[in-house]
């Protein structure tokens, strides 16, 4: 086994609806910041944090998507190497969130077997002008083999735990193989260089 200082880098990406709040959450895990008129990404952003998980060093680097139908296209090469998925919809916008049951679908068709997958419904802040019910959302993720948060990205709500949680899972799921062979997605390697702050690019 290696000893806690090393790092283990996990790979992961956003989907979802345009609007869904997709750059917003990781803005929010990264950089702790929220704004009101966040702009439409375009292509994919690329964001990196690192963080302690349990008695782990976790450097979370992250694919944020954008959802303009126009950049579907790109999509495979963000999730098919990714050892998790955050499927994003917004609470208040029931077309949203057949948008990301689609991308779970697509997930489950086309995307690697062995990646986590959530399901986030975002603006929980939104409580009146939910569309989506809670019920519904779960028991979705529940036959689907997801786990599920409601978030916020304004007020913070769940935002580090659905990102910790998926930290943990793949954690776990690590230490029941055998750490060499674990895969690039999710590799140790020495803790050289651990940067608590964000970094990011937009192409
Ligand atoms: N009230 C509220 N607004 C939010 C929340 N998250 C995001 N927003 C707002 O929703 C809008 C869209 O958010 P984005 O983060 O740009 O959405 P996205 O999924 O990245 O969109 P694309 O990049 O176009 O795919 C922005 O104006 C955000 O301020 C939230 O939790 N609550
Ligand atoms: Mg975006």
Same mark, same amino acid.
């Given at each position: 086994m290696f000893p806690s200082s090393y790092l283990n880098s996990i790979l992961m990406v956003l989907l979802g609806d345009v609007g869904a709040g997709k750059s917003s959450l990781v803005l929010r895990f990264v950089k702790g910041q929220f704004v009101e008129f966040q702009e439409s990404t375009i292509g994919a952003a690329f964001f990196s944090q690192t963080l302690a998980v349990n008695d782990e060093t976790v450097k979370f680097e992250i694919w944020d998507t954008a959802g303009q139908e126009r950049y579907h296209s790109l999509a495979p090469m963000y999730y098919r190497g990714a050892a998790a998925a955050i499927v994003v919809y917004d609470i208040s916008n029931q077309a949203s969130f057949t948008r990301a049951k689609k991308w779970v679908q697509e997930l489950q068709a086309q995307g690697n077997q062995n990646t986590v997958v959530a399901l986030a419904g975002n603006k929980a802040d939104l409580l009146e002008a939910r569309e989506v019910q809670i019920?519904?959302?779960? *028991? &979705? $993720? !529940? /036959?689907n083999g997801l786990f599920f948060m /409601?978030?916020?990205?304004? *007020? #913070?709500?769940?935002?580090?735990?659905?990102? &910790? /949680?998926?930290?943990?899972r793949l954690l776990?799921? !690590?230490? #029941?193989?055998?750490?060499? *062979? $674990?895969?690039m997605v999710l590799s140790q390697r020495p803790n050289e260089r651990v940067v608590s702050a964000a970094s990011c690019c937009s192409s």
């Open positions: 019920e519904e959302a779960k *028991t &979705y $993720a !529940q /036959e /409601e978030t916020s990205a304004k *007020t #913070a709500t769940n935002v580090n735990d659905i990102f &910790y /949680e998926i930290a943990k776990q799921g !690590q230490a #029941a193989q055998n750490p060499q *062979t $674990a895969g």
